[in-house]
């Protein structure tokens, strides 16, 4: 069993920035595990459903919801500290969501939320106008 804890959201002003982690752990979970998981970001705002954000492979190819993402966040990976980390740009007030940080252990690089094993429990990024 793999448990993921997500940290770093909160509210901030349009224009701003935050930096969301997800770290993995569980009790026979390694680095090398880790490693070969696909890591995603989802959020879910109030009223509507899941939505994909970002994805990131074993090997570091990221795929991103371009229509709402536009280049403003970026996914990333610290296998060493069985960590992902999405880093959120010019954040804009539509961007507020529950963040969701999701893994898979076929290493898919996918945005099917059905194709995700394990979820963390979500951290509430608000962002005001």
């Known amino acids: 069993q793999v448990q993921l804890v997500e940290s770093g959201g909160g509210l901030v002003q349009a224009g701003g920035s935050l930096r969301l982690s997800c770290a993995a752990s569980g009790r026979t979970f390694s680095n090398y595990d880790f490693s070969t998981y696909g890591m995603g970001w989802f959020r879910q705002a109030p009223g509507k459903e899941r939505e994909f954000v970002a994805a990131?492979?074993?090997?570091?190819?990221?795929?991103y919801d371009e229509d709402s993402v536009e280049g403003r966040f970026t996914i990333s990976r610290d296998n060493a500290k069985n960590t992902v980390y999405l880093q959120m740009n010019s954040l804009k007030p539509e961007d507020t969501a529950v963040y969701y940080c999701?893994?898979?252990?076929?290493?898919?690089?996918?945005?099917?939320?059905?194709?995700?094993?394990?979820w963390g429990q979500g951290t509430q990024v608000t962002v005001s106008s």
């Open positions: 999701a893994a898979n252990q076929n290493s898919a690089l996918t945005i099917r939320g059905d194709l995700y094993d394990y």
């Open positions: 990131i492979n074993w090997s570091g190819r990221r795929i």
